[in-house]
C-alpha cells in the first residue's frame, strides 16, 4: 500500500516562496507518476504539475508555469514543489498524488492529454495548507 505524507506548507507574503515535500512509502517499483493538486474553498481540486519519476518527464498547470518547479530524489522516494513568487491565488490545500496506471501520461502525453484529472490518481496524502497573504 502507497503511502504518501507531504510536509513543508505554512504561511507566506505575497512574493514570498515554499517548497513542498512528499514523502512515499510502501512500494518498491520506481516508476510513478507523482503529481501535486490544489484545492482552494469552494473551488475544484486542480492539478498543479506531475513529474515521472523514471524519466523526469514534467507538466505544470498555466497559472504557475515559471514560478512553480516539480523535482524528485529517487534516493530517498520524495518529490518536491518549490513555489516562488507566490501570489494570494495560490492560496490552498495542497495535496500530492501518485499512481502507476497512468505512466503513459506522465512519460510523454502531456500534450495529447493536457492537465492531470484527480480521478486517474489512486494513492493521495492528507495535504497541506498554503496561504499567501497579500
Known amino acids: 500500500q502507497v503511502q504518501l505524507q507531504e510536509s513543508g506548507g505554512g504561511s507566506v507574503q505575497a512574493g514570498g516562496s515554499l517548497r513542498l515535500s512528499c514523502a512515499a512509502s510502501g512500494y518498491t517499483h520506481s516508476s510513478f507518476c507523482m503529481g501535486w493538486f490544489r484545492q482552494a474553498p469552494g473551488k475544484e481540486r486542480e492539478g498543479v504539475a506531475v513529474i515521472y519519476t523514471s524519466g523526469g518527464n514534467t507538466y505544470y498547470t498555466d497559472s504557475v508555469k515559471g514560478r512553480f518547479t516539480i523535482s524528485q530524489d529517487n534516493a530517498e522516494n520524495t518529490v518536491y514543489l518549490q513555489m516562488n513568487s507566490l501570489k494570494p491565488e495560490d492560496t490552498a490545500m495542497y495535496y500530492c498524488?501518485?499512481?502507476?496506471?497512468?505512466?503513459?501520461?506522465?512519460?510523454?502525453?502531456?500534450?495529447?492529454?493536457?492537465?492531470?484529472?484527480?480521478?486517474?490518481?489512486?494513492?493521495w496524502g492528507q495535504g497541506t495548507q498554503v496561504t499567501v497573504s497579500s
Open positions: 498524488a501518485a499512481d502507476r496506471r497512468i505512466i503513459g501520461y506522465c512519460s510523454g502525453g502531456y500534450d495529447v492529454w493536457g492537465a492531470p484529472e484527480q480521478a486517474d490518481f489512486g494513492y
